[in-house]
């Protein structure tokens, strides 16, 4: 079983839509959990941190809960610009505080259209 | 935001030489680094943890008399791939540890090895 598993996709969405991406991780000592967005040969990018409160950042909207070990990501209004593959991380959990290792999806990729 | 630069964005190499790639974190300390290979439509993989001023942790799998890391500096880390062959051909990236469980990624490089 993979430690962070996701939905490769492809989610095509026209512009305006409302997307939603699901990301589950299997260890249960991760404490800080993202949203990172890779373009197509470039390196990844934080989008943004997830707090157990969930957090939101203009038209991304991010969840956790813990008990289920389960992270989404809701896109609000997609823009052309939003094309994207979008990667769920967690940190390892089990390392110090500058060198705990992060631990990457295989990202899902997301096309808007016209 | 944090800014890491890596060089040479692209490698194109004979089999059996070596390439070096650099990772400096342009505006802020990093006492740790990370570096990665991703393959096409997978994700990213660690291979190793780079402390400064001392030896770089392997990830299991991977060959630290192949793969040499350096840290000599606060801002500086390198890698270099001995021996190269066509199988090492990757996009290698790298990060640079800030903030608690967060990274921010050099632009990569893509070694192709001939």
């Known amino acids: 079983r993979k430690e962070v598993e996701q939905d490769p996709g492809p989610f095509n969405v026209p512009e305006g839509a409302t997307v939603a991406f699901n990301c589950t991780y299997s260890n249960s000592a991760s404490q800080s959990f993202f949203w990172y967005r890779q373009d197509c040969r470039k390196e990844p990018k934080l989008l943004m941190s997830?707090?157990?409160s969930g957090n939101e950042d203009g038209r991304f909207t991010a969840q956790l809960n813990r008990a289920s070990q389960y992270i989404s990501l809701l896109i609000r209004d997609s823009k052309l610009s939003d094309s994207a593959t979008y990667l769920c991380?967690?940190?390892?959990?089990?390392?110090?505080?500058?060198?705990?290792?992060?631990?990457f999806g295989t990202g899902t990729r997301l096309q808007v259209f016209p | 935001g944090a800014v890491v630069s890596q060089h040479p964005s692209r490698v194109i190499c004979k089999s059996g030489t070596s390439v070096k790639i650099e990772c400096r974190s342009l505006?802020?300390?990093?006492?740790?680094m990370f570096w990665y290979r991703q393959f096409p439509k997978q994700s990213l993989m660690l291979m190793a943890t780079?402390?400064?001023?001392?030896?770089?942790?392997?990830e299991q799998g991977v060959e630290k008399d192949k793969f040499l890391i350096n840290h000599a500096s606060l801002t500086l880390s390198t890698l270099t791939v001995t021996s190269a062959h066509p199988e090492d051909s990757s996009f290698y990236i790298c990060?640079?540890?800030?903030?608690?469980?967060?990274?921010?990624f050099g632009p990569g490089t893509r070694l192709l090895v001939l």
């Open positions: 990060s640079a540890h800030r903030d608690w469980g967060t990274q921010y």
């Open positions: 505006d802020f300390q990093a006492t740790t």
């Open positions: 991380v967690v940190n390892d959990g089990r390392y110090s505080y500058n060198t705990d290792k992060l631990i």
């Open positions: 780079s402390n400064e001023g001392s030896k770089a942790t392997y």
């Open positions: 997830v707090y157990s």
